[in-house]
């Protein structure tokens, strides 16, 4: 009798729970993002369009949107997707394509990030941890991290030659000094009372660093990581059009060689909504990995 009731309770709880429809106000937040981002890309759009509309932007130079993407076809003739070279000239082309040479790109930033983020993350906790360490590399870290990634792109080419690695290598170096010295920072701003709450528990060192440290400063380096990410992307354009000879930023030199501008602002459109997504994607990654912060603090940005 008891069991029999206790049954029906919960195939009614779960029957209510499988019929309770979305309210219209869930369903808006979390559409509210994506209409302010259409809204502000149509702002712009709808600004270049009347400033061609109105003869100020030559369309030769500043070809708006209705002109550059007029003719889809003939621009994806100009992306090879073996990623082996800039340009396939000759006839043919589509969408595979043009997403073979965004991918090549978007692999070489990805290797970069995770290769910078993980040891500039390592490098930071060692220094702090092992004094002797900290004492011998700090200085070159603050040191090497002024140079600009373009002033390393020599010793990119002569240590990796041609290819992918020199890219991977130059996205690596826009933030690894810059992580490094960023984890320092959080490091020294963890509250002195969460260290002695820790102490007082009988936590040793290697325990604060993994429980209370660690756990303390990934939130702002992740949003430390996003802000340099817009920088990877910069750099990794440009060693493309250096030091790989394909990708989006060869493409992007090889349509201002030739004069080509509806080539150059189609190639930034694929970069913006490119780089747009990839750091949508890391504040994906952002939340699923700090699962100890409320979803109102692990945004960041």
Known sequence: ?????????????????????????????????VLWSLTSLAIFVGLWEFAWWRGWANPLLLPPPHIFLA??????????????????????????SVLGVIGWTALRVTAGLILGFALSLATGLAIRY???FGKLSLPLVTMLAPISPVAWI??????????????????????YFVMTLATLSLIDSVPKNYIQLAKIMGCSKRQIYRHVILPAILPELFVTLRVNLFGAWMVVL??????????????????????????????????????????????????????????GNAGGL
């Open 1 to 33: 009798m008891t069991d029999g009731t206790v049954e029906t309770r919960q195939d009614g709880v779960g029957r209510n729970m499988q019929q309770k429809p979305r309210s219209p106000g869930a369903w808006m937040r979390k559409a509210e993002p």
């Open 71 to 96: 003719n889809l076809p003939d621009q994806f003739r100009f992306f090879d997707p073996t990623g082996a070279r800039a340009g396939a000239l000759g006839q043919g082309g589509s969408i595979w």
């Open 130 to 132: 092992f004094r002797i």
């Open 154 to 175: 020599p010793v990119a080419v002569f240590v990796f030659g041609i290819g992918n690695p020199p890219a991977i290598f130059l996205v690596f170096i826009a933030i």
């Open 238 to 295: 440009i060693a493309e059009a250096v030091g790989v000879g394909s990708g989006l930023g060869q493409v992007t030199m090889m349509a201002r060689n030739t004069f080509n501008a509806s080539l150059v602002f189609f190639t930034m459109t694929l970069i913006g909504i490119t780089g747009f997504l990839f750091d949508q994607a890391l504040r994906l990654i952002q939340r699923k990995v700090l699962w100890w912060v409320g979803p």
